[in-house]
């Protein structure tokens, strides 16, 4: 069953979008390889959903390089957290509205 | 496929956070550090106090606290390099902890020094620093055991305050220390090494 009600962003509404989001938001900044491990994806999907989420302002990736690599800070802006929030909000409110329906 | 359903996202989101939680674990290299670093100064007070050189245990405890904070720094720092992420809940515990052992610097030299207190009256102050440190660890990573070890920290440190006998004194410091720093650091270690599949 899905809510008609509760509009969940379509950019945040994908497993490894809302992986990256939920990484980022429990960490100040992570790095390309970090994200790659913990959610287990290869290179180009994850460069392509960091794509997705940059275009949108929801992060923001800072490029630098340490010992002659380069390195990219990646973290959540302050209009990522909003939708990351709202998204939530959204989520939580259909999954009770699904629990109460099975209930009656 | 990448789309999921909302029951999906529910699940996500959790495994995300849980996998972050692990990392937590990572408190059990503060206490055994600690743990071992202040056996040690305990076992040189020991001496010191045992050949006659009382006034320079002050001194043994400035090595052991200093080499303690640039331990942590340097933990704290590869640890940021190693996870390759940053955290306000890692961040928080290094901070307890440095700003603990900076506190340590001067309960355990600068205040001796000025002859701010007798020498046995650091083990009550290093007790109640001890408590507040692994008590805000207990709370942050929601770990009991930590905050009963908090707990024993302040009991110990009114203790200190009571008993006179110098073997009885050392004994409960020592045991202190293993039940509230050696035994839970191995515990919490060990922990992290499972969940990290090392």
């Known amino acids: ?104 | 496929m990448d789309q999921i359903t909302n029951e999906q996202a529910l699940e996500v989101i959790k495994d995300m956070i849980e996998r972050r939680k692990m990392k937590h674990n990572q408190t059990g290299f503060y206490h055994l550090l600690w743990g071992i670093l202040i056996s040690c100064a305990i076992v040189a007070m020991y001496v010191l106090v045992g050949s006659g050189l009382d006034h320079l245990i002050v001194y043994s405890w400035a090595i052991f606290v200093v080499g303690g904070a640039v331990a942590s720094f340097v933990y704290a720092k590869r640890t940021y390099e190693k996870q390759g992420s940053s955290k306000d809940l890692d961040l928080g515990l290094s901070s307890i902890w440095i700003g603990t052992m900076i506190a340590m610097f001067f309960v355990a030299f600068i205040f001796p020094i000025l002859n701010a207190y007798k020498w046995y009256v650091i083990y009550t102050m290093v007790c109640l620093l001890m408590g507040i440190a692994n008590i805000s660890t207990g709370i942050l990573i929601k770990q009991k055991m930590s905050l009963f070890n908090g707990i024993l920290w302040w009991i110990g440190s009114i203790l200190f305050l009571i008993i006179r006998n110098e073997l009885v004194f050392m004994g409960v410091f020592v045991l202190l220390l293993v039940v509230n720093n050696i035994i839970p650091g191995f515990h919490l270690y060990n922990l992290a090494r499972k969940q990290n599949g090392n």
């Open chain 1, 1 to 104: 069953m899905e809510t008609n009600f509760a509009e969940l962003d379509s950019i945040i509404h994908s497993r490894v979008r809302l992986a990256i989001m939920i990484l980022l938001l429990q960490t100040e900044s992570a790095n390309f390889t970090y994200l790659k491990k913990e959610i287990d994806v290869s290179d180009g999907n994850l460069s392509s959903h960091l794509r997705k989420l940059e275009e949108a302002k929801y992060i923001k990736m800072k490029k630098s390089f340490e010992n002659r690599k380069p390195k990219t800070a990646i973290s959540l802006t302050e209009k990522g957290r909003t939708a990351l929030d709202e998204y939530t909000k959204n989520l939580e409110e259909y999954l009770h509205l699904v629990s109460e329906n099975k209930q009656k």
